[in-house]
């Protein structure tokens, strides 16, 4: 009842100081509240991350890299749109009803959201919408966040009956110049932490701020470290021989093209950190291009599973670069580590037609699009009973997005593995995107504590690759859902659609090429579950911008070509992404 009590009166708090969002589809609902719809970058939010309390189901945590706290073009040179030094972008947000209200807390730290021109900027302290403690503690949060509850440690060990922590991994940089002032390498992984969320998102202002803990380096570092693409899990079923273990994975960048996966481990919750390389550092090659693109996991026993994909050579004349979905698996609480194992083949929806010279990427909507990086990544789930491992089944699901069909073909895909995701034991791939039309972009799956039930939630394109900047173009946000039986699981049936919007409205700082990031998110609990994905519903293309993209493919330079000042030249509104989610909450 106590319990029952306090989230009435979260959800009544929520209410009061939830701010306005876009419009929402039937079922939908903005997550990143406190985006304004303009100016750019201010309005500019990807890459979303959400995670639930297994032992409180309705309260939910989610991130992305939000720009609010970030200067506008018409600051100094109205042509550009910087990353404000300085600036972290880190954005937190909670929910307190399964994901039908959110909120974004306001905290202090260096802002630069004053500057709005035309004077060049001067970032002061003031209103954040990011992480707290990264400025005072001489860091930048830079985004790339991963999120994870687990149990809180007490003087008895980890316990539920303790309360919950929340745990925010994400990337971050030096806040001075000189890049060893705090740590040595250019980015590094930092995890932030709460036991308080309630007051985190909704108390008074220094109380707000005073329920997170500063946070901790987890990366070893060296002057040549570029950690990168990091995820976390805490394992949360009270069954597992190492209940309360944190785990974070990443791509740890030395140059030369070689990039060891990472896992580290903590045992305190959070308060200090062990790693091993878990993979070895392949320099550039046919075969072993490089892994990254990683999620790790935990079953009922406290099996630890860390999936990546191991790239191929990306320049076959004509084909798109054939990768693998690996796996290392720790036995005793991410001690010591198999070697790795291929589970099967995956297919990068990379193609030649669509590798844009100016940004460097492969893009997948049209010429000067968004990057898809990491499409044919793994996202995984696992049905390990969470909060107390009973009735786990221990199945395994996995879904991406994947170009074996060519481009304009390009298709979501799902696997699973009934039998601790040993090579063999995986079903074949199949495409579960509802509708022909839909290219898949990014992709995530959520499998039920017990195993019953399996979402998809994904990203697609809903229009063919376009070789100009001048046709529409169409981004979804979807949701799909399968009941599991026996291990099989079933036909994938749509439960939401998302509204459509055109990502040309979407844009890189530096305004070259769109962005949407990388990454979509689901959870699920026993009683619900919920997804987060990236929209640009709200956004405004730009025609300037459009004509000017189309020349920077030919310049020399993007200099070479008239650069449009964005606050002068568009709409008010382009720029603006979202993110938006879906709940089944009751």
């Known amino acids: 009842m106590r319990m029952n009590l306090w989230l009435l009166g979260a959800v009544a708090a929520a209410l009061a100081l939830a701010v306005p969002g876009a419009v929402a589809a039937p079922g939908d609902r903005e997550v990143s509240v406190g985006s304004p719809s303009s100016p750019f970058s201010q309005n500019k939010q990807n890459e979303p991350a959400i995670a639930m309390d297994a032992n409180h189901e309705l309260v939910l945590a989610a991130g992305s890299n939000d720009n609010i ?6 600051a100094g040179d109205p042509t550009t749109c910087p990353f404000t030094a300085g600036i972290g972008g880190s954005g937190i947000y909670f929910s307190f009803d399964g994901g039908k209200i959110w909120t974004q807390p306001t905290y202090t730290g260096l802002t630069a959201r004053h500057c709005l021109g ?42 539920w009956a303790n309360g919950s922590r929340l745990y925010y991994a ?138 990546y994909e191991e790239f191929q050579n990306p320049e076959k004349v004509g084909l798109p670069p054939t990768g693998t979905h690996s796996l290392v698996k720790s036995f005793d609480g991410g001690v010591t580590w198999t070697k790795p194992m291929v589970l099967f083949n995956v297919t990068d929806p990379c193609f030649v037609l669509n590798f844009d010279g100016t940004g460097f990427r492969c893009v997948e909507d049209g010429l000067a699009g968004a990057r898809n990086d990491l499409a044919a990544s793994p996202s995984v789930s696992i049905a390990n009973g969470a909060p107390t491992g009973t009735g786990a089944t221990n199945q395994i699901v996995d879904a991406w997005a994947d170009g074996r069909d060519g481009l304009n073909g390009e298709d979501v895909m799902f696997s699973t593995s009934t039998l601790g995701g040993t090579p063999g034991t995986w079903s074949a791939p199949r495409r579960i995107q509802t509708l022909a039309s839909d290219r898949g972009y990014y992709a995530a799956p959520a499998i039920s504590p017990t195993g019953g039930d399996v979402w998809v939630v994904y990203n697609a394109f809903t229009t063919p690759f376009q070789t100009t900047t001048t046709t529409p173009r169409g981004l979804v946000g979807a949701v799909t859902h399968a009941s599991v039986a026996g291990g099989t699981v079933g036909t994938f049936t749509e439960v939401h659609r998302g509204a459509t919007g055109d990502p040309r409205a979407s844009s890189q700082n530096n305004l070259v090429i769109e962005f949407l990031g990388d990454y979509v998110y689901a959870v699920a609990g026993n009683t619900y579950a919920t997804a987060v994905w990236n929209d640009v519903r709200e956004g405004a293309d730009c025609p300037a911008i459009d004509v000017w993209r189309a020349g920077v493919q030919t310049a020399t330079t993007a200099d070479d070509v008239p650069r449009p000042a964005p606050q002068a030249a568009c709409p008010a509104n382009f720029g603006n992404t979202d993110i938006f989610g879906w709940t089944s909450a009751p």
């Open 170 to 307: 994400n990337l971050a940089s030096n806040l001075g110049t000189k890049k060893d002032e705090t740590f040595k390498g250019f980015e590094a992984i930092y995890v932030s932490r709460t036991d308080d969320p309630q007051t985190a998102a909704l108390g008074a202002p220094a109380a707000r701020k005073n329920a997170w803990m500063h946070p901790v380096r987890v990366s070893k570092q060296s002057s040549a470290t570029f950690a990168d693409k990091e995820q976390i899990w805490a394992d949360n079923a009270s069954s597992s021989d190492f209940f309360g273990n944190v785990y974070v994975c990443w791509a740890n960048f030395t140059g030369a093209g070689a990039a060891p996966l990472v896992v580290a481990r903590s045992r305190d919750g959070g308060g200090t950190w062990a790693q091993e390389k878990v993979t070895a550092a392949h320099a550039a090659a046919a075969k072993h291009w490089g892994q990254s693109g990683c999620t790790i996991r935990t079953d009922s026993d406290g099996v630890v599973y860390a999936f």
């Open 69 to 74: 706290d970030m200067e506008a073009c018409n």
């Open 118 to 159: 035309p004077a060049e900027c001067v970032p002061a302290v003031g209103p954040i919408g990011t992480l707290p403690w990264y400025y005072e503690d001489g860091l930048v949060s830079d985004g790339d966040p991963a999120l994870a509850f687990g149990p809180r440690p007490g003087p008895g060990g980890f316990s």
